[in-house]
């Protein structure tokens, strides 16, 4: 008996896929932080970015994914990077192969004024 027959298999839910894929996109650079693309209600309802949303069929997935952006980035190299790094993560992590990621920007936001730099030099 090889070494592959005796393994099992692994089946991971939608929902661990999708906060999966949440985290690996807000680590991208220039995707906004939920906290500033939407106030507390929001958040509380559910209603914060990134947005994701599956569809499975055996071992290939389709996602579509919905951010908010920090202005001043570049919305092309947001959803490029967003695309690469679910691509690269989803099948390191959970071994998903992607067959199709589409990647919208809905909103471009400010950074707090948290997130921003203190000057140095006064």
Not at 84 to 104: P, Y
């Amino acid at each position: 008996m090889a070494v592959a027959d005796v393994r099992g298999t692994l089946t991971i839910a939608d929902r661990a896929l999708t906060r999966i894929a949440r985290q690996v996109t807000l680590d991208v650079p220039g995707v906004a932080p939920e906290q500033e693309s939407v106030g507390t209600v929001g958040r509380t309802l559910g209603r914060g970015y990134p947005r994701v949303r599956w569809q499975r069929a055996g071992t290939k997935a389709r996602v579509e994914v919905e951010v908010a952006i920090s202005w001043p980035a570049s919305a092309a190299q947001v959803t490029t990077g967003v695309q690469a790094a679910l691509h690269r993560e989803l099948e390191r992590l959970a071994g998903q192969e992607l067959a199709h990621v589409s990647v919208a920007v809905r909103e471009v936001v400010r950074a707090s004024a948290s997130a921003r730099p203190v000057a140095r030099v006064r």
